[in-house]
């Protein structure tokens, strides 16, 4: 066994210890007790790692606090500044981790976040430590921040996300690795659009004439939408909801359309949105008025020449320690997008391998910890030392 999978084994007890207790905080988006909770765990442990840590609270544009950013620093003796991203917030509501507590079953843990991102996150500090205990430092700074809010666009965390890309190198993002071990490479735009219909109300035997039907508009503003599927390659457009009216005999007199926009490159992406746009401002039905919003849009993350770099560099790393790399695009979108949009050289997925994210049977290959580990602290050192294109 080669020194980082023999110091990345001597981390996984720690490791376990860690998942165990962070998985048993509920820390929802939004749900900011359970988050600073979280982050207080984190904390605890960057400090113990030798860390720098700083801590800035986010609130959405709105003003409603999101939890804390935690930022973690740790100086060496290079010049490149290298940034780990995970997120500690997930999807499920409070009360999900006391009714589906942590478990390991046949080599898998289970429980809310154990995939995303709390396994990849706690991935990112033992790789830190890794590289502390075989005396590693040559990189110029590793900083690893936690966000609160990831999985709602990072609405809150954006600036200081935008500050930290541009000021990096390269960003390794600690999203786990697909269920079948692939790193990720790509990741698709997305926007969520929220389209209001405003129409007139009428009785609907009596005088309908004197109505504007603001579901009939929507009805037909979704057909024309569910159109744009197939206009631009691997553009798609998603309605995923739609609010109308409230009576059988009442003209509705408003709607609500919620939709979901994504594409794998910058200019289909905004000739989408353009089109979208193009579409809510023309009207269908007389005397109905439709506005969109535009939340938390996430241009495309598209591979380029510094993505392969990583690639290339990932894939020598697993070949020195016997870990097969391959990497893939995905549809789903993440910090790596604004990351990337910031300026940094970005790869993602290189937490450990898990799966069914977002559902009650989420888990994480515990076999696959320490070999993902040394793979991230053997590409933060190769990284560190590398000639970059």
């Not at 500090?125 to 590289?131: I, N, R, T």
């Amino acid at each position: 066994m080669g020194p980082l999978l023999a110091a990345a084994g001597d981390r996984l007890a720690d490791y376990h210890d860690r998942l165990t207790r962070l998985v048993a905080v509920d820390s929802g988006s939004g749900h900011v007790d359970g988050l600073r909770a979280a982050a207080d765990l984190v904390q605890t442990w960057c400090l113990e790692a030798g860390m720098a840590v700083e801590r800035e609270p986010v609130a959405d544009p709105r003003g409603t606090p999101l939890g804390d950013v935690l930022v973690a620093r740790r100086r060496g003796t290079g010049r490149r500044r290298i940034l780990l991203a995970g997120h500690l917030d997930t999807v499920f509501p409070p009360g999900t981790a006391a009714a589906r507590p942590f478990r390991v079953h046949d080599g898998r843990a289970y429980g809310p976040g154990v995939s995303d991102d709390k396994g990849g996150l706690l991935a990112g500090l033992a790789a830190v430590e890794v590289l502390a205990a075989l005396g590693l430092h040559g990189y110029g700074e590793l900083v690893l921040v936690c966000t609160p809010d990831e999985e709602i666009g990072s609405t809150g965390s954006r600036p200081l996300l935008r500050t930290l890309g541009a000021a990096a190198d390269v960003a390794l993002c600690l999203e786990c690795a697909r269920d079948n071990g692939d790193l990720v490479s790509a990741r698709k735009g997305v926007a969520d659009l929220e389209v209001t219909l405003r129409g007139r109300a009428a009785h609907a035997g009596i005088e309908p004439e004197r109505g504007a039907n603001a579901l009939l508009a929507a009805a037909r503003l979704t057909v024309a939408l569910d159109a744009l599927n197939g206009r631009w390659p691997g553009v798609t457009v998603n309605v995923g909801a739609l609010e109308a009216g409230g009576r059988p005999n009442v003209v509705a007199d408003r709607a609500r359309l919620l939709v979901d926009l994504r594409a794998w490159r910058s200019a289909e992406y905004e000739a989408a949105l353009a089109e979208i746009r193009r579409l809510v401002a023309e009207p269908t039905v007389s005397g109905v008025r439709a506005e969109l919003a535009v939340h938390a849009p996430t241009p495309p993350w598209e591979p380029g020449p510094s993505g392969r770099w990583l690639t290339e560099l990932a894939a020598k790393v697993g070949a020195g320690i016997g870990v097969p790399v391959s990497h893939t695009a995905t549809g789903g979108c993440a910090d790596a997008n604004l990351l990337a949009e910031a300026g940094a050289a970005v790869l993602d997925g290189l937490g450990p391998v898990g799966g069914d994210d977002h559902s009650p049977t989420e888990w994480l290959d515990l076999d696959s910890v320490v070999p993902r580990v040394a793979l991230l602290a053997g590409l933060i050192d190769e990284v560190a030392r590398a000639e970059r294109p």
